[in-house]
């Protein structure tokens, strides 16, 4: 297999030069690191888990460019860590009937033509389309039927949503609809929002019917960052903090003064060293398994492949904390592109 993915690469002019990668990722205004993203030896002696010898992937196609434009990614509560292969068909899911209720609408366009863009990195208000994800989360309701979705970029959690065709049907009208820059809680429903109280959420792909390696390499990358997080003095939590604040539905003032709350938390939140760590459903290029996704405060998502567990210190002390991309492992992300900043961190 590797022969035809390597005359597929040679045909499609892919580019597998990390030096090349790099830099084109950087004229596209992407902080990146120069650092290495292997920080152990090979073979290993720093007791990393190792992925079992089966465990191979694509390293000869170009990886960059297999994240597809969203504007918005819903992970919805499920609290179990595989599903149904297809999770947007399975009968009476939350995840199937937000896909049949969701439509498209056009929005304007606000690409800089002054940056270079490069595939699979791309502006949430540059998309309409939505990435609908299982989460292993468990719903914070005390009514099994309600759910309980997160939402990204804008890093917000929903409670009350019904598992039904009304409850999507409210949910695309009131949280999803393209139109709408920010999510700042849906007055006149039974929904409570929160702002996410972390200071990243970072999931794995453990669609194990899907594919056996993510089953394989999520747990193993759980306990990786949960290990190296935590020595750096790090709070790393695995279900989700039930929130006591009002909910957004409550905020006393305008939407303007509640627009300038939503902000300053997420500012705070940034520096409060505080991860959120979940399983998710089938986010596609599973043959560069492990997948993660890192979401911070600001609506930046970067989308990293082909990790393991011996890459997990590095992306800790360059991404999570540093605010800088490893382009070997990049396969895309939201809002990567931040002409004038110096981190992804930068407002």
Known sequence: MSGLRKLKAWALKHE????????????????VSSEACRTCS???EDGHGEYPSRFTVDMETQMLGSVRPFNRQVLISTGTTDWAREITSTSGSLAAHVSGAYHKTAVPSSARSDVPTVPGIFNASESSGISI???????????????????????VMIAGVPSSPQGAKLLCETALDPRTPRI???????????????????????HKRRDNRCGISAPKLESAFTDALNRRGWTVDTQLEHNIDPSLEKFPGTDE???????????????????????????GGHRYAGNCIIHIPNGTSVWYGRL???????????????????????????????????TLHDW
């Open 42 to 44: 090979d073979p290993c």
């Open 308 to 342: 393991t567990p011996h890459e997990v210190e590095a992306v800790v002390t360059n991404t999570i904390e540093g605010g800088l991309i490893l382009p070997p492992l990049l396969r895309g992300g939201v809002n990567l592109s931040k002409p004038g900043c110096k």
């Open 257 to 283: 003064e509640k627009d300038a709350h939503v902000t300053d938390t997420l500012k705070t939140l940034q520096s409060a060293k505080k991860a959120l760590i979940l399983y998710n459903s089938h986010m």
């Open 133 to 155: 994800l299982n989460g292993s989360h468990a719903s914070v309701s005390d009514d099994h039927g309600l759910e309980t979705v997160l939402i990204f970029p804008d890093f």
């Open 184 to 206: 700042l809680g849906s007055n006149g429903t039974t929904f409570h929002t929160w702002v996410l109280p972390y200071s990243c959420v970072i999931t794995f792909c453990s």
């Open 16 to 31: 597998l030069n990390a030096d090349n990668i790099s830099a084109r990722i950087s004229a596209s205004a992407v902080p």
